[in-house]
């Protein structure tokens, strides 16, 4: 029989047990370098009472007017609430084409049914499970309405609204794809045109807008209600909106932030950003009244095209003509890959097939259905095309023999109907034999990123001990706890979605709260 001490002991001496340390006291620790401290952490001086130079009431003020603030402050003053609008630049905030909502009279016309559960989770698995999964349910099982509440604008407007890439090519199957891509896409051929939308139906609800008029501080005294906001106008005024119900941020995300990017974003700040106006104005304010932002690092959306077919599967080698991966993914997910290959340049290769060939590339962010005559003048014009491999690799500037071989190799494995390299399917591999032979360069650029504050499931901001910031809410990018990791492209337009989405929300509870 063993003792207690002896089976101690027993268990104590197994492979790989290693007793417990004590840490050193960490007074004691001189390697530690104290967190860096950046300027945006420090608040800013109150803005003295003497300088304000109007004060305007209201009992909602939203701030930013990108779409998730368009919304904001529409659906507030649909519920009857007097409501302002500021934007610090001239005119609204849109960019894009695509919104993603599920469960729309436009998707019930066109039989498109989907499993909300599967993309919910899906979702979650695509973002390591770290997204709070109550509010990627609140957009599934509630966009379908919002949905139809911007069609009810847009249709008025006459604002045409397709959903994108529908119906989808016949080599196009969810249940076979590497990368599965769902029918939520709402697209409208300007999303500009949708902002000015909402815009013009706002004006007519009753509300009153403040363009290039800045924010500056939000009112909150301690533990208090958030009480509204001081800004700035054109003529350097300060002006002091009061909000008898609250206050909502919209104000986009942080990309042109240096600072913000190194300590948030760190593996993309060398990006240049595209929204030069997104610098992190309302994430700032709401850490300086006690927000906390959600754990780092935070999610770029970068697109970008593989080159002149933008993501279609054709061969993709780096500036040492080598292959370098399954080259049947979604825009994003290419530009994954080409970050990682020298000088982050990748090249696109195809032969004169092509036209023939994009129906069988499936579906995907950036994928092309039909070689429409637009895309053949892109292909002309941008790419580099020759009537020998050997002529196409030196245009290309790629070491011949390398490039040779990587194409031999190539055609090889399509003609064998089976991808040992990189498991491509063999239905989007095609011999590159039929010339004039073409290549493109790859390109990207950052678009947002997709990191905000932490909130609860009434879009409510919390401070470090989880509790709630009164009288204050957000939407768009500035509400953290959506995605991780990687920007999801299964769902074209889910940003968008999202920021219609949560902005609606968001000026319904600041009413109703």
Not at 224 to 238: K, L, P, S
Not at 309 to 336: C, H, T, W
Not at 422 to 439: E, L, N, Q, T, V
Request: with cysteine.
């Amino acid at each position: 029989m063993i003792r207690p001490q002896q089976e101690k002991k027993i268990i104590n001496t197994r492979v790989g047990y290693l007793p417990p340390l004590k840490p050193p006291p960490v007074k004691n620790r001189k390697d530690i370098v104290p967190e860096r401290i950046y300027n945006f952490e420090i608040p800013s001086d109150p803005v003295p009472f003497s300088e304000i130079k109007k004060y305007i009431d209201a009992e909602v003020v939203v701030v930013g007017a990108g779409i998730a603030g368009l919304s904001a402050a529409l659906s507030a003053a649909e519920a009857g609430t007097k409501t302002i609008l500021l934007e610090k630049t001239a005119t609204v905030q849109a960019r894009g084409h695509d919104n993603a909502f599920i469960g729309s009279r436009l998707q019930a016309k066109l039989g498109i049914k989907i499993d909300k559960d599967e993309i919910i989770l899906n979702l979650m698995k695509y973002g390591a499970n770290k997204p709070d999964q109550r509010l990627i349910r609140m957009w599934a099982e509630g966009s379908g309405k919002t949905a139809d509440w911007l069609m009810d604008m847009t249709d008025t407007a006459g604002i045409e609204v397709i959903i994108k890439q529908y119906p989808p090519p016949p080599a196009f199957n969810n249940t076979t794809e590497y990368y599965p891509q769902y029918h939520v896409t709402h697209h409208y051929r300007n999303e500009r045109l949708v902002a000015k939308c909402l815009l013009d139906n706002a004006i007519k609800k009753g509300v009153v807008t403040y363009f290039k008029t800045r924010a500056k501080q939000l009112l909150r005294k301690g533990k208090d209600r958030v009480t509204g906001v001081i800004a700035q106008n054109e003529a350097g005024e300060y002006l002091q909106f009061n909000a008898a119900k609250a206050v909502i941020l919209c104000t986009g995300d942080y990309g042109n932030n240096a600072e913000m990017m190194a300590k948030y974003c760190p593996q993309s700040a060398y990006l240049a950003p595209m929204i030069l106006t997104s610098t992190g104005d309302g994430h700032i304010m709401a850490m300086w009244i006690g927000g906390v932002m959600e754990p780092g690092p935070h999610t770029p959306m970068i697109h970008g095209p593989a080159g002149p077919l933008l993501s279609a599967a054709y061969l993709q080698v780096n500036l040492l003509g080598k292959r370098f991966q399954n080259e049947d993914v979604p825009i994003q997910s290419n530009v994954n890959a080409v970050e990682r290959q020298p000088n982050r340049i990748a090249w696109q290769v195809f032969d004169s097939k092509y036209p023939a060939e994009l129906p069988y590339h499936g579906l995907g962010l950036g994928k092309i259905i039909i070689a429409t005559g637009k895309i053949r003048q892109e292909v002309s014009q941008v790419a580099i095309a020759a009537n020998s491999i050997e002529e196409l690799a030196v245009k290309m500037k790629l070491p011949i023999v390398t490039f040779k071989a990587t194409v031999k190799r190539y055609n090889e494995l399509a003609r064998s109907g089976k991808d040992l390299d990189f498991g491509k399917r063999s239905d989007r591999m095609s011999p590159i034999d039929k010339p004039p032979y073409y290549a493109g360069k790859s390109g990207y650029s950052l678009l947002t990123v997709l990191g905000g504050l932490n909130i609860n499931d009434r879009l409510q901001p919390l401070d470090k001990n989880w509790e709630v910031i009164p009288g204050i809410y957000l939407a768009g990018n500035t509400m953290g706890n959506r995605f991780s990791i990687d920007y999801p492209t299964m769902c074209p337009g889910l940003s968008h979605g999202m920021a219609i989405h949560y902005g609606r929300i968001a000026g319904l509870n600041a009413v109703y709260q």
